[in-house]
């Protein structure tokens, strides 16, 4: 097997897209591949200052880099989460990466700025983990966006994760869900753009990226994950994709393609303003205040916080790097 661009030993297979390539060679098509997305898409207009979602693991850290070569201005932005060692090295591992590329970076460390990292979180307020902490990274990611002037968040989610959401979607339908869907969302008042620039790319894909790159990244998974029904979906896309290369991006790619358009497109929302901290809310305070005044009370009522402790929505990310 021999790379397609200069006839060397191929390093990488790209089975589903019949294509193999030598190491430089493969960074330098995914380099051009992401490129290609953004610009095909317009989730970033050259030399954008955006806001990337870094946890730490192979996709996160892969982004960064990539939007960084093609000359984004990339900060960084790491939630804290409390989880245990494993937050404790996601921290650590962001951070060398940081520092090794001089990149900056900004941190939030969701204990220090409500009291409660996930655990606690998940506890008091009755909802599981992934939830809680799923509510509390979208929310703290678009306040920051919003307060340092980011039009633009980029996140590392790739085409499994993609697909695993649209199965997730087709087994439990929801129209509203899967009209939403997509690599881009676009901005609101108070609601900074979302984008997914690695969406075409497998997870397989990315992490040959990292590991041709020479990224060190965190390999441990969430402690919460085990067990989570995204992963039975990845598996489950994943044995069709190995008897069938290149069916999960078609099975994506014609969603968005050819199904998504027919679909009622969810009229624009009437967005308000939280009452507590002002930011977008269907309702008349947003989720994210809900579950902390709801963990406040609790928190209270186990005297796991003094009567007179307040909650504040805003919290001021830390320069780390
Ligand atoms: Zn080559
Ligand atoms: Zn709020």
């Given at each position: ?18 294509l193999?390539?030598c ?11 992401t ?5 095909r898409?317009?989730m ?39 989880i ?5 090295r996601?921290?650590?591992v ?15 460390d ?41 039009r ?32 881009v ?10 984008v ?6 497998s ?10 790159r ?13 067990g ?24 994506l ?8 358009p ?9 967005l ?24 406040y ?14 909650f ?10």
């Open positions: 097997m021999v790379c397609k661009v200069c006839g060397e030993k191929a390093q990488v297979e790209l089975r589903g897209r019949g193999a390539l190491k430089a060679h493969y960074l330098d098509w995914f380099v051009k591949e490129e290609r997305a953004i610009r898409h317009r970033l207009t050259p030399g954008e200052r955006v806001l990337v979602a870094v946890s730490g693991g192979k996709d996160s850290l892969a982004l960064w880099d990539v939007l960084h070569r093609l000359g984004y201005q990339a900060v960084g932005l790491h939630i804290q989460l409390g245990g060692a494993y937050s404790e996601s921290l650590e962001t951070q060398a990466f940081a520092r090794e590329r001089g990149l900056e970076l900004l941190v939030v969701l204990r220090e700025a409500y009291g409660f990292g996930v655990p606690e979180l998940a506890e008091l307020s009755g909802r599981v983990a992934c939830s809680a902490c799923g509510l509390s990274k979208r929310y703290i990611l678009n306040q920051v966006a919003v307060e340092e002037g980011f633009a968040v980029a996140t590392g989610h790739n085409l499994d994760d993609e697909a695993a959401v649209l199965f997730g979607n087709l087994l439990n339908p929801q129209e509203d869900a899967l009209a939403r869907q997509g690599p969302l676009p901005e609101r008042p108070g609601l900074a753009a979302r997914k620039p690695f969406y075409r790319f997870e397989r894909e990315v992490l040959s990226y990292t590991l041709l020479g990224i060190r990244y965190l390999h441990e998974e969430c402690p919460n994950a085990k989570a029904k995204s992963l039975l979906y990845k598996e489950a896309l994943n044995r069709v994709e190995a008897e069938m290369p290149g069916a999960k991006l078609r099975f790619e014609g969603f968005l393609e050819r199904i998504q027919h679909l009622q497109a969810p009229g624009e929302v009437p308000s303003q939280c009452q507590r901290c002002g930011y977008p809310t269907t309702g008349a305070v947003c989720a994210f205040c809900r579950m902390w005044d709801a963990v009370r609790r928190g209270k009522k186990r005297r796991l916080l003094p009567e007179e402790a307040q504040h929505p805003q919290a001021t990310p830390v320069r780390a790097g």
